[in-house]
């Protein structure tokens, strides 16, 4: 796409010969720029004036003879290359020497072009070769006048004399250059004579130009002499500004943009050509015809692409030809719409504003495409894909006239597969990738396509630039992101470019660097198989990453830092390299912050909490990145979409699991997210009510107190899980039957076990749950049986508890050997009253405030047996024991209450309770801050006292008494009220020390961003 041509053919190719004058010039030596052996001619000195008449020779020579008879050059190549006409001109050269202005020259190089312009094709490789021959002695002179100079360049320019066709033929390439050389010499010669010695006109100062961007696009390097030429040439364009007709507008303009797009240095004196041609655009827009306005747009997008948007009067330029396209869209031809649709996509993919006259422009071509769809080119094809790629990507709306354009370009991509080279390869690929993410995955006959392309891209591996070999990775994990089956090609097109990552490491830039390794974690997330060839590229890639550091932008910085966090997620191992290329980067995070968009900082965010969640260090950088970032989501939130809302507080909950719940601004970002959720909560897809569900669970689970708008948002959510219930996969089910039983008492029984049925009909189905997903299941179900049971007037679900079975029996099947899933089948097995293959094992740890009560109870009652923390029939330990009278004591810490706020039991508390319960004992629970002074527990302990008394009950009737637990609460509140001054009857939170309870069902379980 980079390197298309915008051709000048026809009309705008004449050399302009009936403008001929007589104009003698001085010898010359051989051209300063020559590169092989050419005659040298007479180098008698300047003597004469600049005009002379013209010099008739007595007697015609073998060269006048063939330009003065009747022969056809059309049809008789032969008759244009007989030695007897070199001899010709060699002979008038030497005779007339510096008087000799090149006439017969320029007329021998004029019937060349003839030629091939009859012949409708430039010169092929046997006809240059023959060519050559002749020409070894054909030398410009600088006595040759303007019109003989432009009409040889441009001559044999256009006839394909200069090309460069592969592989080139040695001899032929020194005859070329010797040739070029003089011709050159002279050009620069004449230019830089006084003005009043020059008579270079408007008409060859375009043809020039033109020709000298034409020997680029053949091919031909920038040498210095072809260099100097331009340089010299590029006043005279300023000079002669309002004598340049529109033919010479649209060459000029071409041609500069040409030029740069090969390598010339932009100069003040080029940009000051281009300034003084762009308002003659507007001046005579009116007489420009079709294929001028499509070379001028395409001119314009060549230098904006080249680093001169910000150039004065582009966009007046511009806005002036595009109702042009509209006005004569019938009249364009294949070519033109080509280059005009992949203009205005590439003026906009550089910052030009999407006007109406923009936009009408690309909707009066869309129509034509279709028209014309059997008369693209390879290239065109790839072109024109391209273009409407990105103007989709860059917000046009995707019409039924774009979505035509589109269907009817994908067909010919299979009968022209063979004509394609690696560069449309590259562009066809990164097209149907954008269409495709941007929901035009649909196309028909985009697939088919795709198919179509793969062998090509391993057939050519060895072709491809760095560009190319970017975009045909970045493309097929586009691909296969949106659905692409990975065929067998797809894995050999990635295999055949990967070992092409590492040979060309040194030569990719910052964005291949970033989209390259986007690609490959993109891949490896999909299923692809980490192979020492895609370790080895990722390996080669990473220094990259260190040693060009300080030019990513902020979306590269995002996008590597993302990338790094998805490797790591999926295995890939955390290599010093690896390492270091996340340390070089956190710096440039604070640094950068102000200039990150949404979906950067939303990517930012999920990319730390993912590497902290795989085990990355939380150093000071990242620690600061994440505080840098944390305002913007604030600051931001209004323009978040569903997706981005999601993983935000996804991130924000898996950086607190991880001990940053500390972190400045944390809880300022969650809770201007949190209303979102309730406003968006009809856009989100099954694995973001998942991933919120999951979200607000962790949140609760490690806060000490809870969030604003947590309950709203949950109330939101969970309405549409039944809603969605057939579209949740395995893991999703998984995680939202964990998330819905660990937020416990947060959610209303009937909405949980609602919840839960609409759920766990789906894990009769045999979906492939993995080890972790059935775990997480069964502990949910679990809950929600334990929920129910502590409800004396609920309905129990005998179908939960059939699941539950289900359950155990699929986990036992996997013999898992983590304490966590040992623990989870012990009390299944327990609730189930089967017997359990395994024995759990459990740590244990004494608060300071549970010690404390266990004293003074013993010291109250010092005939009460109290055991601590005991393990009963192997279930989790107890607090503490009365085994005389069946009672167990649970000192209940925060961790024990959603949000720490000592009311809302969450689900690992009402499992433990109900399991004891089942097994015949009476829980008493106490808030660990009705222990707070030595008043409230001995309150306690007097209600304990009457407890004892009572006769012991059996293990077969056993009650919950939360009742008698909430009497407690308000019976201590009340005798404080009437003892203590009402200002220091209420204590927050924030008096309190933490404590330390065990709790052996709390899972920290992964999610995937």
């Known amino acids: 796409m980079d390197r298309s041509s915008a051709g000048i053919s026809g009309k705008y190719a004449r050399s302009g010969n009936d403008d001929n004058q007589p104009n003698d010039r001085a010898a010359s030596r051989r051209g300063r720029y020559r590169q092989a052996t050419v005659r040298q001619w007479d180098n008698t000195p300047r003597t004469t004036p600049r005009r002379n008449k013209f010099y008739h020779s007595a007697a015609a020579g073998p060269s006048q003879y063939l330009l003065r008879r009747s022969v056809n050059p ?35 190089a004029s019937s060349i072009k003839k030629y091939t312009s009859a012949s409708k094709r430039p010169l092929n490789r046997a006809e240059q070769s023959q060519l050559m021959r002749l020409l070894q002695n054909f030398a410009a002179t600088r006595s040759w006048n303007w019109r003989s100079l432009t009409t040889t360049l441009h001559s044999f320019t256009s006839a394909g004399v200069f090309t460069l066709h592969k592989p080139m033929d040695g001899r032929v390439q020194l005859t070329q250059a010797a040739l070029l050389s003089t011709l050159l010499d002279a050009i620069i010669f004449n230019c830089n004579q006084k003005p009043e010695a020059s008579d270079i006109g408007a008409q060859e100062i375009a043809n020039l130009l033109w020709a000298m961007a034409k020997l680029m696009d053949n091919r031909q390097e920038l040498t210095p002499g072809l260099n100097e030429a331009v340089a010299v040439l590029l006043p005279h364009v300023n000079a002669h500004k309002d004598q340049f007709i529109p033919q010479h507008i649209a060459n000029l303009l071409w041609a500069m943009a040409k030029l740069v797009d090969n390598g010339l240095e932009r100069t003040a004196e080029l940009n000051e050509a281009v300034v003084v041609l762009l308002p003659h655009v507007n001046v005579q827009k009116d007489q420009f015809i079709p294929q001028a306005i499509a070379n001028l747009l395409w001119a314009m997008a060549k230098l904006v692409d080249n680093g001169l948007e910000r150039i004065s009067g582009l966009n007046e330029a511009v806005a002036a030809l595009l109702p042009l396209v509209n006005a004569q869209k019938n009249q364009f031809t294949p070519q033109h719409i080509t280059n005009l649709l992949w203009a205005m996509a590439k003026l906009v993919d550089n910052g030009l504003e999407r006007t109406p006259g ?364 039944n809603a969605q219930k057939t579209n949740f996969n395995p893991q999703e089910i998984a995680n939202l039957l964990w998330a819905t039983a660990k937020l416990g008492e947060l959610v209303e029984l009937n909405v949980a076990t609602s919840t839960f049925e609409s759920l766990v009909y789906r894990i009769s189905e045999n979906l492939q749950f993995s080890q972790e997903g059935i775990s997480m299941s069964l502990w949910g179900v679990m809950v929600c049986c334990a929920r129910l049971s502590l409800v004396s007037n609920a309905n129990k679900n005998n179908v939960l508890e059939k699941h539950m079975d289900d359950l155990l029996t699929r986990l036992e099947n996997t013999s898992p050997d983590n304490e966590d899933d040992q623990s989870i089948m012990f009390m299944a097995a327990s609730w189930l009253g089967r017997a359990s293959p395994v024995a759990p094992h459990y740590q244990t740890t004494i608060s300071k405030t549970q010690a404390d009560f266990r004293d003074q109870l013993q010291s109250s009652i010092p005939s009460l047996k109290i055991e601590e923390e005991k393990s009963l029939n192997s279930l989790p330990p107890v607090d503490l024991l009365l085994p005389d009278h069946n009672i167990v004591i649970e000192v209940q810490g925060p961790s ?114």
Request: proline share 6%; hydrophobic share 45%; charged share 20%.
């Open 74 to 108: 059309a049809q008789n190549f032969h008759a244009l290359i007989k030695p007897e006409i070199m001899a010709g001109l060699v002979s008038k050269s030497d005779r007339l020497g510096h008087r000799y202005d090149g006439r017969d020259h320029g007329l021998y």
């Open 358 to 721: 923009l936009n009408e422009a690309v909707a009066a071509l869309l129509p034509q495409v279709n028209a014309q769809k059997d008369q693209f080119n390879a290239q065109g094809i790839a072109n024109l894909l391209w273009a409407m790629a990105k103007l989709v990507d860059n917000g046009l709306e995707r019409t039924p006239e774009l979505n035509e354009a589109v269907t009817a370009l994908l067909p010919p991509i299979n009968a022209q597969k063979n004509q394609l080279n690696a560069q449309g390869i590259a562009n066809l690929m990164w097209s149907m990738a954008k269409l495709a993410n941007n929901g035009l995955e649909r196309t028909p006959g985009l697939k088919e396509a795709v198919v179509t392309l793969l062998p090509l891209v391993s057939a050519q591996k060895d072709q491809f630039n760095p560009q190319g070999i970017t975009n045909l990775l970045w493309a097929m994990a586009k691909l296969v992101d949106n659905g692409q089956e990975q065929t067998p090609e797809l894995n050999e097109a990635v295999a055949a470019l990967l070992p092409h990552v590492n040979a060309q490491q040194n030569q990719f830039i910052p964005q291949h660097i970033s989209n390259l390794l986007w690609a490959m974690a993109k891949l490896v997330d999909n299923g692809q198989e980490q192979t020492p060839e895609l370790k080895e590229a990722v390996a080669a890639l990473l220094p990259c990453v260190n040693t060009q550091k300080d030019q990513f932008n902020p979306q590269d910085i995002a996008i590597l830092l993302w990338t790094m966090a998805k490797l790591v997620d999926n295995g890939h191992e955390q290599t010093p390299d690896l390492n270091k290329a996340v340390a070089v980067l956190l710096p440039h995070v604070n640094a950068q912050k102000a200039n990150f968009t949404p979906q950067a900082i939303t990517n930012l965010l999920c990319a730390m909490a993912k590497l902290v969640d795989n085990g990355q260090e939380q150093t000071p950088e990242l620690n600061e990145a994440v505080a840098a970032l944390l305002p913007l989501v604030n600051a931001q939130k209004n323009q978040l979409d569903a997706q981005g809302i999601a993983n935000l507080l996804w991130a924000m909950a898996k950086l607190v699991d991880n001990g940053q719940e500390k972190i400045p601004g944390l809880i300022e970002a969650l809770a201007a997210l949190l209303p979102f959720v309730n406003a968006q909560k009809a856009n989100f897809t099954p694995q973001a009510i998942t991933n919120l569900l999951w979200a607000m669970a962790k949140l609760v689970d490690n806060a000490q107190e809870r969030t604003p708008g947590i309950n709203e948002a949950v109330t939101a959510l969970l309405p549409i899980v």
């Open 896 to 1009: 024990h209450y959603v949000g720490g706020d000592f009311n809302t039991r969450n689900g690992s508390t009402l499992l433990k309770i109900a399991l004891l319960q089942k097994s015949g004992f009476e829980v008493i629970e106490i808030p660990v801050n009705q222990l707070l002074n030595k008043d409230l527990m001995k309150l306690y302990i007097d209600q304990i006292k009457i407890r004892v008394s009572i006769p012991p009950q059996g293990h077969d009737s056993a009650s919950l008494k939360r009742g008698w637990a909430g009497a407690a609460d308000v019976t201590a509140e009340e005798h404080l009220a009437e003892q203590t001054n009402p200002a220091k009857r209420k204590k927050t939170n924030s008096q309190y020390s933490p404590f330390s309870h065990h709790d052996s069902n709390k899972l920290c379980r992964k999610m995937n961003f």
